[in-house]
């Protein structure tokens, strides 16, 4: 068996084109146990996921993990799926098919854009062969993720590397690390925020931005995941014109005994419901589509916390999702990684003629194709 994936048909002549990959965690096929055995396999065996002695993590994931968690979260999962599928990858679909059409009226040269995910379908793998097959010689990596961390937009990388490892003709790439202070995507969680409190009558008690938690380990060890959700959080209270008094940042999604990013959001909407505070709204600004975190941890089980201990109304701030603000962002910011590599002035009647002429001159020195 051949070490290497097979390379898609070439013939001279062929319009070469760049791809961008947007890059997302993944999600089960299916909201069942039977589907999130393997997923939660793949899933909880990245190293860039869990930081434990192998043996004693294997142990534990098999013997314990994967016996009683699928169906735990089957049931979860089954509350928050859609007609059209699992939210996560609808809302990305979305978003693949929006970039196209945006960057389309942007730039002239051919491009192509795939959707790949770290874990489940569509795999990395599967849409680097999409570009490939497409004439991509060079790909430009868009992980979805606003803040770094090496948990979810190195683990998304990875599994590009992973991909590539195995292919003859290596396209260029081009990796796309952050964007977490990014003027477009601070304008469009603005926007997101400013457009929830006209519907529901202006700024609440608080505004509550919760990113997903990390271990504290992760951030002594080099991680600035932790710096960067903070500067978020920064940029969009002064967008708002909020006081330091009128938010709070949490951390969500603690799993296991280990100290995690601080405060919890648990323990805050706890904390805020036991003051009587009349309403919270709740942003989750480090998610480009909402998924099961957003949608079940949040908006449902957040709800809970905080009004069964007291606390008013609460309002859970959907993710950015399709949003024209965010697909414009999402634009500028592929376009400014694709310096050089998209072109304004693309002729393409001239690139039609220059790739015959490619053509016939192979021909003429004896190629078939």
């Known amino acids: 068996m051949a070490y290497y994936n097979p390379e898609p048909k070439y013939e001279h002549g062929n319009q070469l084109k760049v791809g961008i990959l947007l890059a997302n965690l993944g999600t089960p096929d299916a909201p069942t146990a039977r589907a999130l055995r393997p997923y ?57 098919t929006l970039l196209r059409g945006f960057l389309g009226q942007k730039i002239k040269s051919p491009f192509a854009v795939e959707l790949g995910m770290s874990y489940g379908n569509p795999s990395m793998a599967s849409a680097i062969e999409k570009l490939k097959a497409q004439h991509c010689d060079r790909i430009l990596l868009f992980p979805l993720y606003p803040q770094y961390a090496a948990s979810s937009t190195a683990s998304a990388l990875d599994a590009a590397w992973r991909a590539l490892l195995k292919t003859r003709n290596m396209p260029a790439i081009r990796t796309i690390r952050h ?26 008690g608080k505004l509550v931005m919760s990113f997903h938690g990390v271990p504290k380990a992760h951030l002594l060890n080099g991680d600035p995941y932790h710096c960067e959700c903070h500067k978020t959080a920064r940029l969009l209270a002064e967008a708002l014109e909020l006081k330091k008094d ?33 309403r919270i709204d709740v942003i989750c600004p480090g998610f480009s589509s909402d998924c099961l975190e957003t949608l079940e941890e949040i908006a449902i ?22 949003n024209d603000a965010w697909i414009h962002a999402m634009t500028a910011i592929a376009l400014e990684n694709l310096h050089g590599w998209a072109n304004t002035e693309w002729d393409g009647a001239q690139a039609r003629k220059d790739a015959e002429m490619t053509k016939l001159r192979a021909q003429s020195l004896g190629a078939s194709q």
Do not use: M
């Open 40 to 96: 939660l396999r793949q899933f909880l065996s990245d190293r860039r996921i869990v930081e434990i002695p192998r043996l004693v993590w294997w142990l534990i994931l098999n013997c314990i993990i994967l016996v009683v968690r699928p169906k735990k979260s089957a049931e979860k999962y089954a509350s928050i799926w859609t007609k059209e599928g699992s939210p996560l990858l609808v809302h990305a679909q979305k978003q693949a």
């Open 179 to 204: 964007y977490h202070d990014h003027p477009a995507y601070i304008a469009a969680l603005e926007q997101s925020v400013r457009e929830h409190w006209r519907i529901n009558g202006g700024k609440p």
């Open 246 to 278: 009128e938010y709070i940042v949490a951390f969500q999604s603690r799993f296991g005994k280990q100290e995690w990013l601080k405060p919890y959001l648990a323990g805050t909407l706890e904390e805020l419901g036991t003051a009587k505070t009349e």
């Open 301 to 322: 089980e957040g709800r809970h916390i905080f009004q069964g201990n007291g606390g008013g109304a609460y309002h859970y701030i959907p993710a950015l999702n399709e």
